[in-house]
């Protein structure tokens, strides 16, 4: 039966994904409605591959080994699961699911409560400018609030890069609500360096004034600064009873000895209390800017996003039920996967959506908690993921945690040699069995300082024994590693797969709907050509199809049937899902170069090439795992994190050789340290878990990544390659695509769906609404400036008759006594129109004594059912948010009158 709170916490290949397939198909078979279930991954690729694996699993149900699991989860019957496959299908890829990252569902949220922080819900969280425009913008902040000194002694005390201060400032800006409880005072250091400096100088004395001190022992006590006593190796010792001062020494010196470190870590202690004191100022700055970037521009990166919910989160208290109010309303089962990564803040946010689901006490009584992970691929500690939060979190929800004790992906092979090399490495490791029908695989470890030569030669083996080329992953350590494999490899001609190469944007398919888009957009005809060359269909003429009368889903799929362009199904699938995420199809054509979306993998040919961080979570026949290329250069990380748990306990200033002077700072820096050998061995047993068939680790005989592993060299096993029937590609059923449902903006602010035939042209209308933006306040004195503006901007799409028309029609508004009553009060004009004339959102917003008025501008009182029914949603989404009295107005501005609608 189905447990209502449980977990997963098991090795990799263990089936967790799977379960998690499992467990949402049996909530389907149950009777949950898809769009109340919510999936959250940490990448947008396993949020598509989730979606795509809950397709393939219903399709080929009998087939597959989900069928016997959901069997035994539902205790429904095969009959009863088989008969309703084709229902489930059909209902799944009709409703709005809710399968995401948590930076999306996140940001979902924030969009629905937006007004909270500010902003308005359309903010983009695409922007290629964003960083470059945050540091123009904090350097500016800092100039006039007169910080450029402690922001420059900063940099120079940390021995930094700029963009190293940048990134520090940044950490601290996520980990505002952990660092709340740590204070930091402004001291002054020089008092301990001139102490140190003195005692220096009575050890010297005792030295230099004793008659068989060698020269060694003499220039070892000379010190013309503090930071050249700093740098003396003998601050390491305990005694100076030893070799270099066997002559000249008596107890007094040891005395002197722990004086000097006393006053060093005193020094080193005060910098670090002076570095964060600036820097914890310097974040206000920083903070400052940021909210000055989303208020401005409206927009916001993921780490704002997460800030800004959580901000919300914790204003509106123990209200935060209203948050929560609406999304409960729609959400009923959570699954989470990959829960080693979640970081704290993350887990705060969902904490008050998972109480109400485990209590029981919600809308549904019914709801449920489920989540996998595994601690030992815990590899994003760096972006704020502590992995004994799965643990903490498992017993505060009394959560059932279950293990998956067999491997179903890797040989025996495989799975007995990481359980070799992990088990006296990683923490309660538990070695894993394996599949009774897994009795082959093979593993070999080599050792070769030719690691690329190598690497190919490894390779081409492979192909020559008759592997599928899409099924050998090589998995490197850093990006610019995967460049120059790449490289070797397609100078011996063989293909190759990469990030760039997995990008959707670069998948034929969806280059050419960008490219039809552009067409239409744009209108220049080489766009139109590139399309049908794309998609090789002969070039036909095409009518261009306005973006304000159709909506850019809508564009899409229509060409996706118009030009059958079926057989490229789950990345079309993916595309249409992607782009139902952007505003407008400007957002889209401007920014669509940052997508972050790969393509489905069945679509692609050649050896993949990835780093071992990208490899989570997927699986290939063949690895080969290299060495790194170059050396790994030392940790640059100039503040050291120190966690008790999930608590943030402490933070340390790194400080060179200060651990030899500090036991507190020692024993922080050793945690680190095996902190980072914890990182590196999950990433290795992430990397040699990705295997199926053959695993082989190419490894240099010096400074190998691998030294931690003691791993020595060998050969298990047997190479085979099974070629096996290539995919063929299913005819595509065109399926009915509906924009994934978030519960955002198509609620609130539902699109505007003009139609047809609009009497007035949407030039018209686009350039009176830029006109009244343009106007400031309501005085007949700005219409001069504002009408030059309209006509610099769209003058050249506008008849004279029409310019004359819009400025007679703005005129008449300012007489109107009613409108000026309306708008006495601040107003907020529409942000988006900085991304050019979208109508859809609140053209404008005034906020009086009494509540809000919201006013929408319109040329033409043809639809005015439509519209009635849109400002009727802003209304009720803005008395919801802000918990205030609103009122909607639609003024249309016709050829001879002003008409205002009260709704
Ligand atoms: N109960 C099962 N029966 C049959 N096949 C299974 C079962 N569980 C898992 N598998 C198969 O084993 C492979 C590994 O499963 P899955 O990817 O779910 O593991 P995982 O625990 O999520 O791994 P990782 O932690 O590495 O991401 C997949 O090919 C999956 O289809």
């Given at each position: 039966m189905v447990i209502n709170n449980l977990a997963y916490e098991a090795s990799a290949g263990s089936g967790k994904t799977f379960m998690l397939v499992v467990r949402y198909l049996s909530l389907l078979f149950m009777g949950a409605k898809a769009s109340r279930i919510l999936a959250l991954t940490f990448t947008?690729?396993?949020?598509?591959?989730?979606?795509?694996?809950?397709?393939a699993t219903l399709e080929e149900l009998e087939h597959r080994g989900e069928l016997d699991e959901i069997l035994r989860v539902t205790g429904l019957s095969i009959e009863y699961l088989l008969e309703n496959r084709q229902r489930v299908l059909d209902e799944f890829l009709n409703s709005h699911t809710k399968i995401m990252t948590i930076d999306s569902f996140f940001t979902k949220i924030l969009r629905k409560f937006s007004l909270y922080a500010s902003l308005m819900p359309d903010f983009s969280t695409f922007s290629s400018q964003h960083e470059l425009k945050l540091l123009s913008r904090f350097l500016k902040e800092v100039s006039i609030t007169n910080q450029k000194e402690r922001l420059i002694s900063l940099w120079l005390s940390s021995n930094k890069r700029l963009s190293d201060i940048f990134e520090l400032l940044d950490e601290f800006y996520v980990k505002f609500a952990e660092l709340k409880h740590i204070e930091f005072k402004k001291q002054n250091i020089e008092v301990f360096e001139e102490e140190a400096l003195s005692y220096m100088s009575e050890l010297k004395t005792i030295v230099t004034s004793c008659p068989s001190a060698s020269s060694t022992a003499i220039k070892s006590v000379e010190a013309k600064d503090f930071e050249e006593l700093c740098s003396k190796s003998w601050l390491e010792r305990e005694s100076l009873d030893y070799r270099t001062f066997a002559k000249c020494y008596t107890p007094a010196m040891d005395e002197l000895l722990h004086k000097i470190k006393d006053a060093i870590k005193n020094q080193?202690?005060?910098?670090?209390?002076?570095?964060f004191f600036s820097l914890k100022g310097l974040v206000d700055t920083y903070i400052k800017s940021k909210k000055a970037l989303y208020m401005d521009d409206n927009e916001l990166s993921f780490s704002d996003v997460t800030y800004l919910v959580y901000q919300i989160l914790k204003l509106l208290g123990d209200d935060s039920e209203f948050l929560y109010f609406r999304l409960d309303a729609q959400i009923e089962h959570i699954l989470l996967d990959?829960?080693?990564?979640?970081?704290?803040?993350?887990?705060e946010i969902l904490k008050p959506l998972i109480d109400e689901i485990t209590s029981g006490e919600g809308i549904f009584k019914n709801g449920s908690f489920f989540f996998v992970g595994d601690v030992k691929q815990s590899i994003y500690r760096f972006r704020g993921g502590v992995s004994a939060l799965f643990e903490s979190v498992a017993r505060e929800n009394s959560t059932h945690v279950e293990k998956l004790l067999t491997n179903y992906r890797s040989q025996r092979e495989i799975v007995s040699f990481v359980n070799s090399v992990f088990i006296d490495k990683i923490k309660n490791y538990t070695p894993q069995l394996y599949r009774e029908a897994a009795n082959y695989g093979y593993v070999e470890v080599v050792q070769n300082d030719e690691v690329l030569e190598e690497v190919v030669a490894q390779v081409k083996s492979l192909l020559a024994l008759g592997a599928d080329i899409d099924e050998i992953a090589l998995l490197c350590a850093t990006n610019r590693d995967g460049s120059s494999?790449?490289?070797?490899?397609?100078?011996?001609?063989?293909?190759?797969?990469?990030?760039?190469t997995t990008k959707l944007i670069n998948q034929n398919s969806v280059k050419a709907l960008l490219e039809y888009l552009k067409f239409h957009y744009f209108g220049e005809a080489i766009y139109a050509h590139n399309f049908f060359a794309l998609i090789s269909q002969e070039f036909r003429p095409m009518c261009r199809i306005d973006f304000n009368r159709v909506e850019l889903l809508q564009v899409v799929k229509g060409a996706i049937r118009e030009f059958s362009l079926f057989s490229d199904s789950f990345n079309l699938l993916r595309f249409l899902d992607a782009i139902s995420r952007y505003n407008d199809i400007e957002a889209l054509l401007f920014e669509y170069e940052r997508m972050d979306v790969s393509a489905a993998a069945s679509e692609l040919r050649g050896v993949r090439v990835l780093t071992v961080h990208k490899s989570k979570g997927l699986e290939y026949e063949h690895v080969i795992v290299m060495d790194r290329l170059t050396k790994t250069p030392p940790s640059r990380e100039a503040v050291i994190y120190e966690y008790d748990g999930l608590t943030l306990e402490n933070i340390y200033l790194r400080i060179k050789g200060r651990e030899s002077v500090d036991e507190k700072y020692a024993l922080a820096l050793l945690k680190e340290k095996a902190l980072q050998v914890e990182d590196s061995l999950n990433a290795h047993y992430v990397a040699f878990t990705r295997a199926r068939e053959n695993l082989i680790v190419v490894l240099k005989s010096k400074e190998s990544i691998f030294d931690i592993l003691d791993l020595r060299v060998q050969k298990n096993g047997v190479l085979k390659c099974t070629s096996k029937e290539k995919n063929i590609k299913k005819e595509f059923i065109p399926l009915e695509y509906q924009e994934l449902f978030y519960g955002t903006q198509s609620d609130i602010l539902e699109l505007e769906k003009e139609q047809e035939g609009d009497f007035v042209s949407i030039n018209f209308g686009i350039a009176m609404h830029y006109m009244l933006e343009m106007l400031g306040e309501f005085k007949t004195k700005n219409i001069a400036n504002a009408k030059d503006s309209m006509i610099n901007k769209y003058g050249a799409l506008l008849q004279e008759s029409e310019i004359k028309d819009i400025q007679k029609r703005v005129e008449m508004l300012l007489e109107n006594s009613e409108f000026i009553s309306i708008v006495d009060g601040v107003c907020y004009r529409e942000k988006a129109l900085r991304y050019k004339n979208s109508?859809?959102?609140?053209?404008?917003?005034?906020?009086?004594?009494?509540?809000?008025?919201?006013?929408?501008?319109?040329?033409?009182?043809?639809?005015?059912?439509?519209?009635?029914?849109?400002?009727?949603?802003?209304?009720?989404?803005?008395?919801?948010?802000?918990k205030k009295s609103a009122l909607g107005?639609?003024?249309?501005?016709?050829?001879?009158?002003i008409k205002i609608v009260k709704v």
């Amino acid at each position: 039966m189905v447990i209502n709170n449980l977990a997963y916490e098991a090795s990799a290949g263990s089936g967790k994904t799977f379960m998690l397939v499992v467990r949402y198909l049996s909530l389907l078979f149950m009777g949950a409605k898809a769009s109340r279930i919510l999936a959250l991954t940490f990448t947008n690729k396993a949020a598509s591959e989730m979606q795509e694996r809950i397709i393939a699993t219903l399709e080929e149900l009998e087939h597959r080994g989900e069928l016997d699991e959901i069997l035994r989860v539902t205790g429904l019957s095969i009959e009863y699961l088989l008969e309703n496959r084709q229902r489930v299908l059909d209902e799944f890829l009709n409703s709005h699911t809710k399968i995401m990252t948590i930076d999306s569902f996140f940001t979902k949220i924030l969009r629905k409560f937006s007004l909270y922080a500010s902003l308005m819900p359309d903010f983009s969280t695409f922007s290629s400018q964003h960083e470059l425009k945050l540091l123009s913008r904090f350097l500016k902040e800092v100039s006039i609030t007169n910080q450029k000194e402690r922001l420059i002694s900063l940099w120079l005390s940390s021995n930094k890069r700029l963009s190293d201060i940048f990134e520090l400032l940044d950490e601290f800006y996520v980990k505002f609500a952990e660092l709340k409880h740590i204070e930091f005072k402004k001291q002054n250091i020089e008092v301990f360096e001139e102490e140190a400096l003195s005692y220096m100088s009575e050890l010297k004395t005792i030295v230099t004034s004793c008659p068989s001190a060698s020269s060694t022992a003499i220039k070892s006590v000379e010190a013309k600064d503090f930071e050249e006593l700093c740098s003396k190796s003998w601050l390491e010792r305990e005694s100076l009873d030893y070799r270099t001062f066997a002559k000249c020494y008596t107890p007094a010196m040891d005395e002197l000895l722990h004086k000097i470190k006393d006053a060093i870590k005193n020094q080193n202690r005060g910098r670090e209390q002076n570095f964060f004191f600036s820097l914890k100022g310097l974040v206000d700055t920083y903070i400052k800017s940021k909210k000055a970037l989303y208020m401005d521009d409206n927009e916001l990166s993921f780490s704002d996003v997460t800030y800004l919910v959580y901000q919300i989160l914790k204003l509106l208290g123990d209200d935060s039920e209203f948050l929560y109010f609406r999304l409960d309303a729609q959400i009923e089962h959570i699954l989470l996967d990959e829960f080693q990564d979640t970081s704290i803040l993350q887990y705060e946010i969902l904490k008050p959506l998972i109480d109400e689901i485990t209590s029981g006490e919600g809308i549904f009584k019914n709801g449920s908690f489920f989540f996998v992970g595994d601690v030992k691929q815990s590899i994003y500690r760096f972006r704020g993921g502590v992995s004994a939060l799965f643990e903490s979190v498992a017993r505060e929800n009394s959560t059932h945690v279950e293990k998956l004790l067999t491997n179903y992906r890797s040989q025996r092979e495989i799975v007995s040699f990481v359980n070799s090399v992990f088990i006296d490495k990683i923490k309660n490791y538990t070695p894993q069995l394996y599949r009774e029908a897994a009795n082959y695989g093979y593993v070999e470890v080599v050792q070769n300082d030719e690691v690329l030569e190598e690497v190919v030669a490894q390779v081409k083996s492979l192909l020559a024994l008759g592997a599928d080329i899409d099924e050998i992953a090589l998995l490197c350590a850093t990006n610019r590693d995967g460049s120059s494999v790449k490289e070797a490899l397609e100078a011996e001609n063989i293909e190759v797969v990469t990030e760039t190469t997995t990008k959707l944007i670069n998948q034929n398919s969806v280059k050419a709907l960008l490219e039809y888009l552009k067409f239409h957009y744009f209108g220049e005809a080489i766009y139109a050509h590139n399309f049908f060359a794309l998609i090789s269909q002969e070039f036909r003429p095409m009518c261009r199809i306005d973006f304000n009368r159709v909506e850019l889903l809508q564009v899409v799929k229509g060409a996706i049937r118009e030009f059958s362009l079926f057989s490229d199904s789950f990345n079309l699938l993916r595309f249409l899902d992607a782009i139902s995420r952007y505003n407008d199809i400007e957002a889209l054509l401007f920014e669509y170069e940052r997508m972050d979306v790969s393509a489905a993998a069945s679509e692609l040919r050649g050896v993949r090439v990835l780093t071992v961080h990208k490899s989570k979570g997927l699986e290939y026949e063949h690895v080969i795992v290299m060495d790194r290329l170059t050396k790994t250069p030392p940790s640059r990380e100039a503040v050291i994190y120190e966690y008790d748990g999930l608590t943030l306990e402490n933070i340390y200033l790194r400080i060179k050789g200060r651990e030899s002077v500090d036991e507190k700072y020692a024993l922080a820096l050793l945690k680190e340290k095996a902190l980072q050998v914890e990182d590196s061995l999950n990433a290795h047993y992430v990397a040699f878990t990705r295997a199926r068939e053959n695993l082989i680790v190419v490894l240099k005989s010096k400074e190998s990544i691998f030294d931690i592993l003691d791993l020595r060299v060998q050969k298990n096993g047997v190479l085979k390659c099974t070629s096996k029937e290539k995919n063929i590609k299913k005819e595509f059923i065109p399926l009915e695509y509906q924009e994934l449902f978030y519960g955002t903006q198509s609620d609130i602010l539902e699109l505007e769906k003009e139609q047809e035939g609009d009497f007035v042209s949407i030039n018209f209308g686009i350039a009176m609404h830029y006109m009244l933006e343009m106007l400031g306040e309501f005085k007949t004195k700005n219409i001069a400036n504002a009408k030059d503006s309209m006509i610099n901007k769209y003058g050249a799409l506008l008849q004279e008759s029409e310019i004359k028309d819009i400025q007679k029609r703005v005129e008449m508004l300012l007489e109107n006594s009613e409108f000026i009553s309306i708008v006495d009060g601040v107003c907020y004009r529409e942000k988006a129109l900085r991304y050019k004339n979208s109508l859809r959102y609140i053209d404008l917003l005034v906020r009086s004594k009494e509540g809000y008025n919201i006013l929408d501008y319109k040329s033409s009182n043809l639809y005015m059912y439509e519209h009635v029914k849109q400002v009727r949603s802003y209304v009720k989404a803005v008395e919801e948010i802000t918990k205030k009295s609103a009122l909607g107005y639609i003024i249309y501005l016709l050829e001879d009158e002003i008409k205002i609608v009260k709704v």
